[in-house]
């Protein structure tokens, strides 16, 4: 029964390969995000959709691209991986201006 | 661009005393701020929040301060307790749904 749930928890990969982090709430929020904890632990946005529209791109490489089928599911689909792709994602969701939940994360390891 | 900032990384305090942790801003477009507390492992959890049209918001031993002209917000806990040794990540969003966070607080309270 959780509210913001994201698969798989952890992805070992090698470079070049491409995944895919799947992430669903049952909350019925509008916005949905993802961020990126790197190794300094800094949680730094990557992407926001509001009712399944791009509003945040964060000067992220399109090598990372999201897909939001729907108001409930934002994955994020990852192309030719490279080391400096390791860390742990998050995603969120939330109602303007009210708290946001987060998933566990996903911690993504590319060796 | 770092527009939430935690200055501190660390933070020590004794059970049973006050903890203080501090949050400051640069984008004046920023209208909601929020608390996270973080264990590893796990996705960020709510703790409290705001809403720029207050100074104060108070909710069991968490009080968060905010202070528009000077754009710094405190997290203060009282009395701290060992259970909230923790990392403590500041937050603001902007009507637009664009969420920042800060670089987080390593919390350690000893018994």
């Known amino acids: 029964d959780t509210a913001v749930s994201q698969t798989p928890k952890y992805l070992v990969t090698q470079m070049g390969n491409d995944k895919s982090i799947k992430c669903e709430q049952n909350?019925?929020?509008?916005?949905m995000y993802w961020y990126k904890q790197d190794s300094k632990k800094f949680l730094k946005i990557m992407f926001s959709?509001?009712?399944?529209?791009?509003?945040i791109n964060e000067t992220v490489p399109n090598r990372f691209s999201p897909k939001s089928p729907d108001k409930a599911h934002l994955n994020l689909h990852i192309n030719s991986l490279e080391l400096g792709d390791s860390a742990v994602y998050f995603c969120?969701?939330?109602?303007?201006?009210?708290?946001?939940?987060f998933g566990q994360g996903t911690r993504l390891t590319v060796v | 661009d770092q527009q939430v900032k935690q200055n501190s990384p660390s933070l020590s305090v004794q059970e049973g005393r006050i903890s203080i942790l501090n949050c400051d801003y640069t984008?004046?477009?920023?209208?909601?701020f929020l608390w996270y507390k973080k264990y590893p492992a796990e996705g960020p959890t709510f703790l409290i929040s705001?809403?720029?049209?207050?100074d104060k918001n108070e909710d069991g031993r968490f009080t968060v301060f905010l202070n528009k002209s000077a754009k710094h917000l405190s997290l203060h806990i009282v009395p701290s307790q060992p259970g909230d040794s923790a990392v403590y990540f500041c937050?603001?969003?902007?009507?637009?749904?664009?969420?920042?966070f800060g670089a987080g607080t390593r919390l350690t309270v000893k018994p």
């Open positions: 969120a969701s939330r109602h303007t201006n009210t708290e946001a939940f």
């Open positions: 909350l019925g929020h509008d916005t």
């Open positions: 959709y509001n009712n399944k529209e791009l509003i």
């Open positions: 984008n004046s477009m920023f209208d909601y």
């Open positions: 705001i809403s720029s049209i207050k």
């Open positions: 937050a603001a969003s902007a009507g637009n749904n664009d969420m920042r």
